[in-house]
């Protein structure tokens, strides 16, 4: 198990690296990795599923204990995100079958690695954790809802579907998931150890999926400009969702849990939706972004953290000057 344990945190430590070789590869040699397609979903429903067994009943208890808190931060991410990617595709005239890719990763709710960075970035965890669990389990209602409002105009979206294929894919999972962990508890502890890898290499083999059924329209003009858009997407949720939070009246570290709920999405399920409902190119803007987010993420805990350690250290100088004088 140690072994199992210790993969899962290389594996996770260089996602974006191990994501970037399984794209090439699946680019190179397609069909390698094109096998993985008709299993999308379910490799999806592995990941949710892995994400329910970490939940406790303490994570929904912190929604009611500051309500005000989590709504925030739940709306922040379902109205910042889906109109940045509006606003996005409108500016970069993007073609409809990318178009609709965009704004689906925007309407997904938040990524299951914003709280990993959130810890390491000194965040309020909890707060983290519960807008996650909130925007995960309302998004039947409000991923085809906002999809419609916003996309309708490049094509036709199939609300119902969407929210059948979004409960199998994601809250029956999740639910079972609670369950298992609830009923169970210690008696399935050591397996939540595997976990991380489960989800990571489930993860890297959706992407590599993705990239095989685009091999040979990856590198046109219509997907090449999903690289800027993808990275504003991701930088801008970052930056309004802070400041969002700081303009309410939150501190700190509420704010650093907001800012990683809002610019972090579960790219995943943008991907396995546009598989399934749209075409296989409306599902590289997932697959880049969970790519990007990533190592944006990581780049912006590290600043958060480094910022920490430099405002403690001169505050331990200025407290051992004081002692002194």
């Known amino acids: 198990m140690k072994v199992i344990v210790s993969m899962g945190k290389f594996l996770g430590k260089y996602f974006a690296l191990f994501v970037l070789a399984a794209a090439a590869i699946s680019y190179f040699q397609p069909s390698l990795i094109t096998w993985v397609l008709p299993y999308v979903s379910y490799l999806l429903g ?3 599923f892995g994400m329910g067994m970490t939940l406790k009943r303490s994570d929904f208890a912190e929604v009611f204990k500051r309500p005000k808190d989590v709504i925030v931060g739940v709306c922040a991410h379902y109205l910042i995100m889906p109109l940045v990617a509006y606003v996005l595709c409108l500016v970069f005239h993007l073609p409809s079958a990318v178009a609709v ?3 689906l990763v925007g309407c997904c709710p938040s ?11 000194k965040g309020d965890v909890a707060l983290g954790v519960s807008i996650g669990a909130v925007s995960t389990l309302i998004a039947p209602v409000m991923l085809p809802f906002i999809l419609w409002l916003l996309a309708r105009r490049w094509v036709k979206i199939p609300t119902g579907s969407l929210f059948v294929s979004v409960v199998e894919i994601v809250i029956i999972p999740i639910v079972l998931g ?8 210690k008696k399935v502890e050591k397996a939540t150890e595997a976990l991380p890898l489960v989800s990571t290499v489930s993860i890297i083999m959706i992407a590599g999926g993705v990239v095989a059924a685009n091999s040979a329209t990856l590198f046109t ?8 858009v993808v990275i504003l997407h991701n930088l801008l949720g970052y930056t309004l969702g802070f400041f969002f939070s700081r303009l309410l009246g939150m501190d700190h570290q509420k704010s650093r849990a907001i800012t990683f709920e809002v610019g972090m999405q579960n790219s995943g399920l943008g991907v396995t939706l546009a ?14 972004f969970s790519i990007w987010h ?5 780049v912006l805990a590290s600043y958060w953290e480094g910022k920490d350690k430099k405002a403690d250290a001169k505050s331990a100088v200025k407290t051992a000057a004081n002692v002194v004088s």
Do not use: E, K, R
Request: net charge neutral; glycine share 10%.
């Open 221 to 228: 003009a219509s997907t090449l400009i999903l690289i800027p």
């Open 275 to 288: 598989m399934a409902f749209f075409s296989p190119i409306a599902a590289v803007p997932g697959t880049l």
């Open 101 to 103: 890719g965009v704004i």
């Open 111 to 121: 990524g299951t690695s914003s709280n990993v960075m959130c810890y390491l970035a």
């Open 178 to 185: 609670v369950l298992v962990n609830t009923l169970f508890g």
């Open 46 to 48: 592995v990941v949710m």
């Open 294 to 298: 990533n190592m944006s993420g990581s």
